[in-house]
C-alpha cells in the first residue's frame, strides 16, 4: 500500500509539472509574458508556436492569441502580411501603425468587421462583429506574427493587454 501512495504521488507530480502552463515562453528572439487570466492553449497547428485563449464576457466567445515565426527570410514581407490579415475582413474597419520598441521595429494592426475564418485558398466561415489586434515584431532571426482575433467586445476588451506584452517583448 505504502508503495501504491509513493507511486500515485510522484505520479501526480510529474503529471502537475508537465501539465503546468508556461507564465513565459519564447518565440523567434522574444520572450512573452501570457497575460494572467489568458489561458495556455497547445498549438492547433505545427505551424504555430504558441496559442493562447482571452476569455470572453458577458456571453461572448473568447478569442484566440497565435503565435508564429518561420525563421529568416521566411514568412513574407510585413507589408504582405498586413494585407493578408486585412482580407480576411469584409465591410469593416482596418488600421496599420509601425512603431519602433527600442531597437524593434513593430507593426500593429487592427480590423474590426466580418472575418473570414478558415486557410487561405480554403471554404471559409464568415464570422459577423469580429475583430483582429495583430502584431508584428521584425528581427534578423525572422519576424513574429502575433493575431488576436474574436469577436470584437472581447477583443476590444483585451486590446490594452495584448499590446503590453507585445510592448514587454519588443523591449527586451
Do not use: C
Request: overall charge positive; hydrophobic content about 40%; aromatic content about 12%.
Amino acid at each position: 500500500m505504502r508503495a501504491f501512495r509513493i507511486f500515485l504521488l510522484l505520479f501526480l507530480f510529474i503529471a502537475a509539472v508537465r501539465g503546468a502552463d508556461p507564465v513565459d515562453f519564447t518565440v523567434g528572439d522574444f520572450r512573452f509574458v501570457r497575460p494572467e487570466n489568458w489561458g495556455w492553449v497547445a498549438p492547433a497547428s505545427p505551424m504555430r508556436k504558441a496559442q493562447l485563449s482571452v476569455p470572453g464576457l458577458d456571453g461572448n466567445a473568447p478569442a484566440e492569441v497565435t503565435f508564429f515565426h518561420f525563421g529568416a527570410g521566411q514568412g513574407g514581407t510585413v507589408q504582405a502580411n498586413v494585407d493578408r490579415w486585412f482580407k480576411q475582413f469584409s465591410d469593416g474597419y482596418t488600421d496599420a501603425k509601425t512603431e519602433r520598441i527600442k531597437s524593434t521595429s513593430v507593426t500593429f494592426v487592427s480590423a474590426v468587421g466580418t472575418f473570414s475564418s478558415g486557410m487561405p485558398g480554403g471554404p471559409t466561415t464568415p464570422m459577423e462583429n469580429y475583430a483582429l489586434r495583430g502584431a508584428i515584431l521584425e528581427s534578423r532571426s525572422g519576424d513574429v506574427y502575433v493575431k488576436m482575433i474574436g469577436p470584437q467586445p472581447t477583443v476590444k476588451l483585451a486590446e490594452s493587454v495584448f499590446e503590453k506584452m507585445i510592448r514587454q517583448a519588443a523591449s527586451k
